[in-house]
């Protein structure tokens, strides 16, 4: 035993050695069980406990549809439930077709690393999600970062870029709302330069689908259907449910079937989960007193938070920026010990000397949850 432990630490010293220098800047990270009042979580319509959903789910058994898809889509893993949730996507969304991924992550990964070719331009957002970084990681195209949320950085970067000579197709890579500040893009004037250029924007709505927009249908809900347009709406935000719903024009949606990596050669999801992502979009459009219930709610919390720090940013999110690693993960461990689930942002994840406590509002909470998180907050950061 002992010559195994031995070995053991010899093998994993390095990785050993990295997680401790994590440790030692207060950045090593851990799983923790969900407990106390949720300020965390992205259930912002609190669907996920819905009995709706669960009805939906349960019904979906009793006909028959399978919990394992048994294989890729390519394959055996094209359950009719596949189809019915795509083609139902698509009319809701107002899109021509769409696709369905297991996760955002891995459709972002396929967008970004698939449809852009080599001579292409990607202008990003700097602060797009680690999902879009992976598929840029991949993308034979080059990739450029814009300031964030700064349209006329967007135009620069193109401008340069064909002054060099290039004459390639640019692709906007943005997201509508910002998960870990609470912010929105300019969604009109990065259209407006896509429509200048020729280019075809890459939209993220993960975190407004489901909360803005008619029905729920996002912050870019009227550009759905444009032929430069396309529009990545997880479901396992807003919507209660998981995987991720890729809105487009045919071709794409045909192209990443035939040439999407992440989507070839992943096992389909689960058709129950589509069953029940199919029920959540009825409940998009059924239910539009719960974005009513959160609007409200948003607007409490700005009130009471925003004295304590918190940026009133105009949506469920609501960062509290400490700046110090350290101090950012002490003040959530006391929150989290007076049953507040809120949880600390350090670097990688948002930029250096920026940590924070990202105060995510849903459903699962009330007005007097965030009264009494405020009062503890005043007390904690005193």
């Not at 009042?37 to 819905?50: K, Q």
């Not at 009805?55 to 898809?69: C, D, F, K, M, Y």
């Not at 909470?365 to 904690?380: F, I």
Request: aromatic share 6%.
């Amino acid at each position: 035993m002992a010559q195994a432990s031995t070995r053991t630490t010899s093998l994993w010293s390095a990785h050993t050695a990295d997680l401790a220098a994590l440790g030692e800047k207060a950045r090593l990270r851990s799983l923790v069980a969900r407990r106390g009042v949720d300020f965390a979580s992205n259930d912002y319509l609190a669907m996920s406990s819905s009995p709706r959903l669960a009805g939906a789910v349960q019904n979906a058994i009793a006909r028959g549809v399978p919990l394992g898809s048994g294989g890729s889509r390519l394959l055996r893993g094209n359950d009719p439930e596949h189809e019915l949730l795509e083609e139902e996507a698509a009319r809701f969304f107002g899109s021509e077709a769409a696709l369905f991924f297991s996760t955002g992550y891995a459709a972002n990964a396929a967008l970004l690393s698939t449809l852009p070719q080599r001579g292409d331009l990607i202008v990003y957002d700097e602060l797009v999600h680690a999902s879009m970084h992976e598929g840029l990681r991949l993308t034979r195209a080059t990739s450029v970062s814009a300031a964030h949320n700064d349209a006329q950085s967007f135009d620069d970067a193109v401008h340069e870029w064909r002054q060099a000579g290039n004459t390639g197709r640019v692709w906007l890579a943005f997201e509508t709302l910002y998960s870990m500040d609470g912010d929105m893009a300019p969604v009109a004037d990065l259209a407006a330069i896509a429509a200048r250029h020729d280019a075809v924007m890459f939209i993220d709505e993960a975190h407004a689908t489901g909360v803005f927009g008619p029905d729920g249908r996002g912050l870019a809900a009227h550009l759905e259907g444009r032929p430069d347009t396309i529009v990545l709406r997880t479901c396992g935000k807003a919507m209660g449910c998981e995987g991720a719903l890729v809105l487009a024009p045919r071709v794409v949606r045909d192209f990443l079937v035939n040439r999407g990596r992440a989507f070839i050669f992943s096992t389909a999801p689960s058709p129950l989960v589509c069953a029940a992502v199919r029920e959540a979009i009825r409940m998009l459009a059924d239910e539009p007193q719960r974005r009513g219930e959160l609007r409200d709610l948003v607007a409490h919390a700005e009130r009471v938070l925003a004295p304590h720090g918190a940026t009133v940013t105009g949506s469920q999110i609501l960062p509290l920026i400490l700046h110090e690693d350290a101090r950012t993960m002490a003040v959530a461990a006391t929150l989290q010990s007076q049953g507040f689930d809120v949880r600390g942002i350090r670097p990688p994840t948002v930029p250096q000397g920026t940590s924070r406590l990202r105060i995510s509002l849903t459903l699962n909470a009330t007005t007097q949850d965030v009264d009494a998180l405020a009062e503890v907050l005043q007390g904690t950061l005193r």
